[in-house]
């Protein structure tokens, strides 16, 4: 392949990972359905009838076999860590679709996987960009907070996993845009992870949002490994920003990373605020997200799905034209923005409902 182009490459990675998905999934659905491995409807759930639930297994190949094959060890060298805690990932999200485990040995997994690729596979953040005045960060801190990171970004989209299409739309929109950030910046091996991770989420989303036959959710095996390979190129899109001076430098990449995310991170946020100030643990599930709230007014799953992916669009347009502000005030901005937003759509799903109502389970 080195007589290819980098666009070349760039492409058959994003066509190999959606092929491979593509054509996994119809024996994957007819697997389940005699298996009898679904997601049964319930009351805080969106879906009506029993729906095969490991979309994850044809994403986990999809992704494994495009970046196994078209990225470059030697350009890449933490590739090899990366693959290993996606198994782990993996793995950890496929036990709780079939079996259902608990909580702690799923947070326990994510912090092997996120463990695996900090030390030995050194991806990790190692400055906050002056945040604070904060620049380089020692080791132990630099590896607790990337430990962090991971966690927090898995968790958010797994969270958002609620309606046909949204957690695959999201994820296709932050992998584009960190994708075509890698390339023009000078990085287009990192961009092959991306083209990888883009090219399987385009197929699945296809089946789960207009599959009828062979309509399938990403369960926790693909939820928590999407979430796990966008936190890896956050980490990426960070640390390859310290000290770049070329054109397509971005100041204040930490804000901007999360601008980018800001439809899981904020939802996350505003979910367990709501549930501790009504004396519930904040990992307690309900209908309070902002996918539930769309649904509440009468949106469809598709258009909820694309309301908030426009939103998301237009988050990162507004923070590309803000990177003369500081990385503060752009935090303080994009999150009072969110915060508005949310708050006039609360307000309409209370004048839509009977009088006295409040958000319920």
């Known amino acids: 392949m080195s007589n290819l182009s980098n666009e070349m490459i760039f492409l058959l990675s994003a066509a190999v990972s959606f092929l491979v998905t593509f054509y996994s999934i119809p024996p994957i659905v007819r697997v389940s359905q005699k298996k009898r491995i679904f997601d049964e409807p319930c009351q805080r759930k969106s879906h009506t009838r029993k729906i095969p639930i490991v979309g994850g297994v044809a994403i986990f190949f999809g992704f494994t076999v495009s970046a196994g094959s078209f990225i470059s060890y030697q350009h890449v060298p933490s590739l090899q860590y990366i693959l290993v805690a996606c198994i782990i990932i993996f793995f950890i999200g496929l036990n709780d679709d079939m079996v259902s485990i608990a909580p702690m040995k799923k947070l326990l997994g994510q912090i092997a996987a996120a463990l695996v690729v900090a030390i030995p596979g050194k991806v990790r953040l190692t400055s906050l960009h002056e945040f604070m005045g904060i620049g380089y960060i020692p080791p132990s801190i ?11 970004i898995i968790n958010s989209l797994n969270l958002i996993d609620g309606v046909d299409g ?3 739309s999201i994820g296709m929109l932050t992998t584009s845009f960190f994708g075509v950030w890698f390339f023009l910046s000078g990085n287009p091996q990192y961009s092959l992870l991306s083209a ?12 789960n949002v207009f599959g009828s036959k062979n309509k399938i959710f990403m369960g926790d095996s693909g939820s928590l490994l999407v979430g796990f390979l966008i936190a890896v190129q956050v980490i990426f899109f960070n ?16 804000a901007v990373s999360f601008v980018v995310l800001i439809i899981p991170l904020y939802d996350t946020i505003r979910v367990f605020i709501i549930r501790i100030l009504r004396g519930r643990s904040p990992f307690q599930a309900d209908k309070n997200h902002i996918h539930h709230l769309l649904l509440k007014l009468g949106y469809t799953h598709l258009q909820t799905t694309l309301l908030m992916l ?7 347009i507004l923070v590309l ?5 500081g990385l503060i005030q752009m935090m303080l901005i994009t999150m ?7 708050s006039i759509l609360e307000h309409r799903v209370r004048k839509h409902n009977h009088p006295g109502e409040v958000l319920k389970r």
Do not use: D, R, W
């Not at 426009?310 to 990162?316: A, K, S």
């Open 142 to 152: 630099s590896i607790l907070l990337t430990i962090f990171v991971i966690i927090v």
């Open 310 to 316: 426009l939103t998301n669009i237009c988050f990162i």
């Open 336 to 342: 009072t923005i969110a915060t508005v937003i949310s």
């Open 239 to 254: 640390e390859k920003n310290i000290g770049l001076t070329s054109a397509f430098a971005i100041k204040s990449a930490p």
């Open 196 to 207: 990888a991770i883009f090219g399987t989420l385009v197929a699945f989303f296809g089946y």
């Open 321 to 325: 034209c803000m990177q003369n502000t």
């Open 166 to 168: 949204l957690a695959a």
